[in-house]
């Protein structure tokens, strides 16, 4: 079965970092681009950042540029999300997603909660 | 304000048919291929119609997308309870280099 599983969220103060973790199981990581998308609380869908397959090609939205790093490690099957100078503004459900030849999302994984308050 | 624009809500009775729009510009619809998303209460995202029109094994026929300029539309038909949920166009922007989201839209089943 084609899983994702996040983790690595929870409280943080403003200013602060946490790195998320995207846990890939069920196919072959390493063919696929990977994205990071995010869901503040009661608000729509926003992208924030893809990968390529190898790490050569990474793109972020303006919202986290220069704050945020995506990685990845193909021999561990994992995504992963550094965060750094955390805003209010950050706080979201995080989710990991799988993007496809035609660039579709598809899975998405359960999502992790990041809160940035003081 | 996001770079596409949704109806932040439709609704229908059961039975009937809905459409959502969603209107972009030249450097994301106009020149890329969208996707549909569909989120149930309390879920994470999942993939409605991909390329314009096609749709995931799975997901039923009566669910179809469209895309004219640099608008696009998913169409429900025999509108049913489990449609009740958010709906989210997306695309590659041309001019942002990187993805963009629709606001969603709220379908409500009457």
């Known amino acids: 079965e084609v899983q994702l599983v996040e983790s690595g969220g929870g409280l943080v103060k403003p200013g602060g970092s946490l790195r998320l973790s995207c846990a890939a199981s069920?196919?072959?990581?390493?063919?696929?681009?990977m994205n990071w998308v995010r869901q503040a609380p009661g608000r729509g869908l926003e992208w924030v950042s893809s990968?390529?397959?190898?790490?050569?090609?990474?793109y972020y939205a303006d919202s986290v540029k220069g704050r945020f790093t995506i990685s990845r490690d193909n021999a561990k099957n994992s995504l992963y999300l550094q965060m750094n100078s955390l805003r209010a503004e950050d706080t979201a459900v995080y989710y990991c997603?799988?993007?496809?030849?035609?660039?579709?999302?598809?899975?998405w994984g359960q999502g992790t909660l990041v809160t940035v308050s003081s | 304000q996001s770079v596409l624009t949704q109806p932040p809500s439709a609704s229908g009775t059961p039975g009937q048919r809905v459409t959502i729009s969603c209107s972009g510009s030249?450097?994301?619809?106009?020149?890329?291929?969208v996707h549909w998303y569909q989120q149930l209460p309390g879920t994470a995202p999942k993939l409605l119609i991909y390329s314009n029109n096609q749709r995931p094994s799975g997901v039923p026929d009566r669910l179809s997308g469209s895309k004219s300029g640099t608008s696009a539309s998913l169409a429900i038909s025999g509108l049913q309870s489990e449609d009740e949920a958010d709906y989210y166009c997306?695309?590659?922007?041309?001019?942002?280099?990187?993805?963009?989201f629709g606001g969603g839209t709220k379908l409500t089943v009457l």
């Open positions: 030249n450097s994301n619809i106009g020149s890329n291929t």
């Open positions: 069920g196919f072959t990581f390493s063919i696929y681009n």
């Open positions: 990968i390529s397959t190898s790490g050569s090609y990474i």
């Open positions: 997306a695309v590659w922007d041309d001019s942002l280099n990187g993805r963009v």
């Open positions: 997603a799988r993007e496809d030849s035609l660039q579709s999302f598809d899975p």
